[in-house]
């Protein structure tokens, strides 16, 4: 039995509305083992990024609980071990990619050799070795997606969370993004990880969740979700239209 890397138990987080409370989770429980990559998936607005917010401490769970590794996400502790993308990311544009990088990996704790090392390679990894001394200013979107990601991965961490890490990126970024998930899987290292994109998720995840309008509508492995001859694309239209129609939309 694995440790597990991320778990919510019965989380739940509502936003006091204008007219009425928006139900952004409702009891949502999941766990996701150390070493594995773990899909989460749902339409707009089901409810992926405040779950992820309420694993980095920016928001409050209404109730229910979350841990990081074992701690309770409010200990500041829990968040050691995490490298995170966010969904819009951005960056100080004033600096270079590769000051940018140094930048955050001193925040981390590294120095010297060790840190001039790991931004060579994490520059390597996200192919922006060549822009690396361009002020991010000059950045395409993507090129800030993937300077992001960098600054994500620089610290080795155990566990990657990252909010729709694709969005924005071209087909050759979409593919490095998939050989970073799984060569982190092979380090033995957990991913966790929102998208839109399910032909990639089914070929990167071990697990994913389905979110629709804040629950949890399916889990499980990919292949195991997904009927006979069923792609898994198909397989979220069924069940998020069932739960609509359920619900009478
Ligand atoms: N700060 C907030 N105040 C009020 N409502 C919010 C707030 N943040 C999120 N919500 C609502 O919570 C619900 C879930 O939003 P969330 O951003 O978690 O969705 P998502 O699954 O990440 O969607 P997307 O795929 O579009 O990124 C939505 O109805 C959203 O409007
Ligand atoms: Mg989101």
């Avoid at 620089?154 to 909010?163: K, R, S």
């Avoid at 399910?198 to 979110?211: A, F, G, N, P, R």
Wanted: glycine share 10%; charged share 20%.
């Amino acid at each position: 039995m694995h440790a597990a890397a991320v778990t919510f138990d019965q989380l739940s987080v509502r936003f006091a509305g204008r007219q009425r409370e928006v139900v952004a989770l409702d009891n949502v429980s999941l766990a996701v083992p150390c070493g594995t990559v773990f899909g989460f998936l749902g339409p707009n607005g089901a409810g992926k990024t405040t779950a992820i917010h309420v694993l980095l401490g920016f928001q409050q769970a209404s109730s229910g609980r979350a841990t990081l590794f074992d701690c309770d996400v409010r200990a500041a502790i829990a968040r050691q071990r995490i490298g995170y993308l966010p969904e819009h990311p951005d960056a100080y544009r004033f600096l270079s990619g590769r000051e940018m990088l140094l930048f955050a990996g001193k925040l981390c704790g590294l120095s010297g050799a060790i840190l001039a090392q790991r931004i060579q390679h994490v520059l390597q990894e996200v192919d922006l070795s060549d822009a690396a001394n361009r002020r991010i200013a000059t950045y395409s979107r993507g090129m800030r997606q993937r300077i992001c990601l960098a600054q994500a991965l620089l610290h080795e961490p155990d566990l990657l969370i990252l909010d729709e890490p694709t969005g924005g990126l071209d087909p050759i970024g979409r593919l490095l993004i998939r050989r970073i998930i799984t060569d982190w899987r092979q380090r033995g290292k957990t991913v966790f990880f929102s998208s839109h994109e399910l032909s990639e998720v089914e070929l990167v995840c071990d697990q994913v969740c389905i979110l629709a309008r804040g629950r949890i509508v399916a889990q499980g492995a990919p292949h195991q979700l997904a009927g006979p001859g069923e792609r898994l694309e198909q397989f979220f239209m069924r069940v998020v239209e069932a739960t609509a129609a359920q619900e009478g939309r």
